[in-house]
């Protein structure tokens, strides 16, 4: 009703309200991370025993308050159907994150991860669909030379090489302990540093790089590199065959 100063009134026509219950949020993913923050494939299905993980949980609040907290469960033993889910923890803090320790010993075993989220009105989700991952065992790292690229490289007489090796491990980029590089099949150097290690880079945890001496008086020579991971287990490199030109330019002054 309105009132103007001569007492007149207006009154509003009536308007209806329909009030709806405000509902619960919704879980609407629970994704794998390895233990630096990368999303490991949405497909995946097996995870090593021992490796370090993060479950990573999203929900959804319908009126758009927000969410106040998320519970996650998990389960594990060896009967995918009859797991007992037991509480972890709850993370109160966006994004939701778990740190998981895949238990080691438990090779064929499965480990399942489920979640609710209560929004900042105290309204709880109901209990997600099961995440779950067959615990299989580490497997042995495996090396790429990527530089040189092939066997056609050929370098000048007194010329150091560059070499750098991608590698690759199931407990992640953490898995693996060390690279060692082979020349003629002999053991020249080894390093424990990642190329992101060694500069503070991003994106390059699983490049190492060794810059070496090629042996004298050889027409070419044999490069590989030979991977350990933390288990001692090890994975070799193809071989790259390098070739070696004498250095024929004259120098001049400038």
């Known amino acids: 009703t309105a009132r103007d100063g001569a007492g007149n009134e207006t009154v509003s026509p009536v308007r209806p309200v329909n009030l709806v219950r405000n509902l619960p949020p919704t879980v609407t993913a ?26 990573a949980v999203t929900a959804e609040d319908h009126e758009g308050g927000g969410i106040g907290k998320i519970n996650l469960t998990l389960g594990q033993g060896p009967i995918v159907s009859n797991l007992t889910y037991k509480t972890h923890s ?25 979640a609710t989220a209560t929004d900042v009105d105290g309204n709880t989700s109901e209990l997600s669909a099961p995440r779950t991952l067959t615990i299989v065992a580490d497997k042995p790292p495996s090396a790429n030379i990527i530089k040189p690229a092939n066997n056609n490289t050929v ?27 082979l020349v003629n099949d002999k053991l020249v150097y080894t390093t424990y540093t990642s190329e992101s290690a060694a500069k503070g880079t991003t994106g390059q945890d699983h490049i190492y790089r060794a810059v070496l001496t090629p042996p004298q008086n050889v027409d070419g020579f044999a490069i ?9 287990q090890q994975g070799k490199s193809q071989v790259v065959h390098v070739g070696r030109i004498d250095d024929t330019v004259v120098p001049k002054l400038s």
């Open 155 to 181: 370098i000048i007489d007194g010329q150091d090489l560059e070499i750098l090796v991608e590698t690759l491990d199931d407990m992640g980029a953490e898995g693996i302990d060390r690279v060692s590089f």
């Open 224 to 232: 590989q590199a030979i991977v350990y991971d933390r288990l001692g």
């Open 30 to 55: 629970i994704r794998i991370l390895d233990s630096r923050g990368f999303a490991l494939p949405d497909g995946l299905a097996e995870i090593t025993s021992g490796r370090e993980i993060v479950v």
């Open 90 to 114: 709850t993370d109160s803090t966006a994004p939701f994150q778990f740190h998981i320790q895949v238990p080691a010993g438990h090779v064929g075993e499965f480990i399942s991860f489920r």
